[in-house]
């Protein structure tokens, strides 16, 4: 009688932990997602006019988006400490090498939350051979204006100064290739 309680009781546990562990990973999904669109919500999205930004860059210059109207700008926002961020810059190179004379890429640095300050964003720089502009958003000035919860985050802006799209994630080239060649 003990032994038939016992398995009993040992088989109910393992079809708990069985369904249990069926179960999570959806409910782990779904959070996910509901933390993704949650964030999406807030950002600015295709349609809405690019709000203007002014911040300096690693070499000591000074960018502001609307003296780039009448180009296509890729504004990505990044930080060294972020993997998937660091992920995406050899594509962001690729796309500035292919493309740069039809788009600037300005990739917006969350400054304010590097460890080791400007001296590590250059650095990395130097060490990813990056050659397109990296904007130092020190006071996330940028960050709050766009509205940015996760990074990586970019946002494909058409000559007119008008967001084309929005993502929030990495990139691939191939889908920065045809973004590009899709706001024509």
């Known amino acids: 009688m003990i032994k038939k309680v016992t398995a009993s009781i040992l088989l109910l546990t393992l079809i708990v932990v069985f369904i249990y562990n069926v179960t999570a990973p959806e409910q782990e999904n779904e959070m996910e997602q509901v933390a993704n669109e949650a964030a999406s919500a807030n950002s600015l999205k295709a349609g809405q006019a690019a709000p203007d930004l002014s911040l300096p860059t690693l070499d000591g210059k000074e960018i502001s988006l609307s003296e780039l109207k009448g180009k296509k700008v890729l504004l990505n926002f990044w930080a060294t400490w972020c993997g998937p961020c660091k992920e995406e810059i050899p594509a962001l190179e690729k796309l500035h090498q292919e493309y740069g004379e039809e788009v600037e890429i300005l990739a917006v640095n969350a400054t304010a939350t590097e460890l080791d300050g400007v001296e590590k964003v250059k650095s990395f720089k130097e060490q ?57």
């Open 128 to 184: 990813a051979n990056v050659s397109f502009s990296i904007l130092l958003d020190k006071e996330s000035s940028a960050v709050e204006s766009y509205r940015v919860l996760n990074i990586p985050a970019s946002y494909f802006i058409g000559s007119d100064g008008i967001i084309k799209q929005s993502i929030t994630g990495p990139m691939s080239y191939e889908f920065m290739e045809n973004t590009i060649k899709s706001m024509r």
